[in-house]
C-alpha cells in the first residue's frame, strides 16, 4: 500500500518564478493538507483540500494557492517566489474531516535562490 | 507567537534508559494532541496522541501524559532505542483550527547504546 507521495523531491527557483509541487495521498484518503518547514521550525498549516474545494486556510498569502483533483491528489502552487519561501514543503493525507492522524509525505525542498 | 513550544532544541539519552519530551502550550482551545517522529529524509510519523478529557495515553514503550491546568503535556520512551534517535514534534489543534496542526520546533533525540 503507498502512502503519501510527492514529486519532485528537489527544486531550485529563482525570485520571482512560479512553482507546483504535486501529491498523491495514501490510498482510500480524500483529505490532503500542505505545510511548510522552514529550517530549524516546526511545519506551518498552509491550507486544506476536501471534496476539490480550499476548506481551511493557515496564515499564508494568496501567491499560495491549491488544486484538488477528482482522484484526491493535489497540487500546490507558489506564485512570485521569493527567497523567504525556501522550505521543505510536506504534504499530508487524511480520511474525511475528523480529527484523525494525518499521514505525511517525505516532502519537497525548494530552494529560492 | 508560538501556540506549541518545544523548549529544548535537543536530548541526549543512553540507550534503555527513559527519554522524556516536554511540550508547552498556550492555546487553551487546544484539545487534541499528537507526537511526531521525523528521521532525515523522510516526513513526520504518527506517534500517540491524547485527547484533553484523557490524562494519560499508552501505547508499547510511548506514553503521553496531559496536564490542562499547566499547559503542559510530555511524552514518555521506556526504554530507549537507538532506532528512537529523531526529531519529535509536538503538534495540538482545535476545533476551531478545525483538523490544521499547530506544531512545536521539535526535539532532536539522540540515543546512545
Known amino acids: 500500500d503507498a502512502g503519501v507521495t510527492q514529486s519532485p523531491t528537489h527544486l531550485i527557483k529563482t525570485r520571482g518564478q512560479q512553482v507546483t509541487l504535486r501529491c498523491s495521498p495514501k490510498s482510500g484518503h480524500d483529505t490532503v493538507s500542505w505545510y511548510q518547514q522552514a529550517l530549524g521550525q516546526g511545519p506551518q498549516f498552509i491550507f486544506q483540500?476536501?471534496?476539490?474545494?480550499?476548506?481551511q486556510r493557515g496564515n499564508f498569502p494568496d501567491r499560495f494557492s491549491g488544486h484538488q483533483f477528482p482522484n484526491y491528489s493535489s497540487e500546490l502552487n507558489v506564485n512570485a517566489l521569493l527567497l523567504g519561501d525556501s522550505a521543505l514543503y510536506l504534504c499530508a493525507s487524511s480520511l474525511g474531516q475528523g480529527r484523525g492522524e494525518q499521514f505525511f509525505g517525505p516532502g519537497t525542498r525548494l530552494t529560492v535562490l | 507567537d508560538q501556540q506549541v513550544k518545544q523548549n529544548s532544541p535537543s536530548l541526549s539519552v543512553q540507550e534503555g534508559r527513559i527519554s522524556i519530551l516536554n511540550c508547552d502550550y498556550t492555546n487553551s482551545m487546544f484539545d487534541y494532541f499528537l507526537w511526531y517522529k521525523k528521521y532525515p529524509a523522510e516526513g513526520p510519523t504518527f506517534l500517540i496522541s491524547i485527547s484533553s478529557i484523557k490524562d494519560k495515553n499508552e501505547d508499547g514503550r510511548f506514553t503521553v501524559f496531559l496536564n490542562k491546568s499547566a499547559k503542559h503535556l510530555s511524552l514518555h520512551i521506556v526504554p530507549s532505542q537507538p532506532g528512537d534517535s529523531a526529531v519529535y514534534f509536538c503538534?495540538?489543534?482545535?476545533?476551531?483550527?478545525?483538523?490544521?496542526?499547530?506544531f512545536g520546533k521539535g526535539t532532536t533525540l539522540s540515543v546512545s547504546s
Open positions: 503538534a495540538a489543534t482545535s476545533n476551531q483550527a478545525g483538523t490544521a496542526l499547530i
Open positions: 483540500y476536501y471534496e476539490e474545494e480550499e476548506r
